[in-house]
């Protein structure tokens, strides 16, 4: 089975995601993979165990065209222990839900940048911007393995369930680091997997785009964070937070999918 290329990946990631943005309706909730309740989830995995129950804070204040468009898969919020004047980047920010909690936290001092490459998302999240009324927070187009924002110039980076879509996750974190204040830190949720998916299931592109199978197993997740140049790194999963799975070695077999809690920090100069 042919192997699916960054371009195809992309492409296909945009078309998923637009239309979610395109077809959303506050009276059905989306999920980042089964995009309506008519259709069957894209691979065999736990999604209320993986999708549900994901912030803690209040999100009551946000309007319905946020939160029922959030396509999370936890709460890099809570994760990040935000703090008031802070420069924070949001990579993937869809219709703005992560980017509009952190812009309350880093109030009027504070300022937010929400990176995404799907046009239909980028619209969402301005129109929510006006509902909110938030000034502290800007929408940019532009990939995550190129993000639009100058060196050394962020806090803290979050991410919700949005890196595992990446076709070059090497890129991504690479360019999270560079962004970065020395100093600065990560607090991402996302897919990760004890075990790795056969080459047949990452060929299958709506289970890729469905957040599941671009996943990689926790050790070479780590790795590509290591090897950015990242320091103080955990990855947790969600359900079971007890347990540090950083210093995983390599898993053999059937990949199990997991949400996990990431955190790491780049080095101070």
Same mark, same amino acid.
């Given at each position: ?9 992309? %492409? ?5 995601? *637009? ?122 187009? *532009? ?51 004890? *075990? ?19 996943? %990689? ?36 077999? %059937? ?13 101070? *100069?």
């Amino acid at each position: 089975m042919n192997e699916l290329t960054a371009d195809q990946i992309h %492409e296909e990631v945009k078309e998923r995601y *637009g239309r979610l943005a395109d077809e959303f309706k506050v009276d059905v909730a989306s999920s980042c993979c089964s995009p309506n309740a008519d259709e069957r989830g894209c691979c065999d995995v736990d999604e209320d165990a993986l999708f549900s129950n994901l912030y803690s804070a209040d999100t009551s204040w946000l309007p319905e065209d946020v939160t029922g468009l959030s396509l999370g898969c936890g709460d890099p919020i809570t994760l990040a222990d935000l703090e008031p004047g802070q420069t924070v980047l949001d990579l993937g920010s869809g219709a703005g839900i992560d980017c509009f909690m952190a812009a309350r936290q880093v109030g009027e001092t504070g300022h937010v940048i929400g990176v995404d490459m799907t046009d239909s998302m980028l619209e969402k999240a301005n129109r929510n911007k006006e509902k909110v009324g938030l000034a502290n927070v800007e929408f940019r187009k *532009g990939q995550i393995e190129a993000i639009p924002v100058d060196n050394d110039s962020v806090d803290v980076i979050l991410s919700n369930c949005v890196i595992n879509l990446s076709p070059d996750k090497t890129a991504v974190f690479q360019e999270a680091y560079r962004v970065l204040k020395p100093g600065g830190r990560l607090a991402v949720s996302d897919m990760v997997t004890l *075990g790795k998916f056969t080459p047949e299931e990452r060929a299958d592109m709506a289970a890729w785009t469905g957040c599941i199978t671009g996943a %990689e197993d926790v050790a070479d997740y780590v790795g590509f964070m290591k090897a950015a140049g990242f320091t103080d790194i955990s990855v947790r999963d969600k359900n079971n937070p007890d347990v540090e799975l950083a210093d995983s070695l390599a898993h053999a077999g %059937e990949a199990k999918v997991l949400s996990a809690r990431v955190t790491a920090v780049k080095a101070q *100069g």
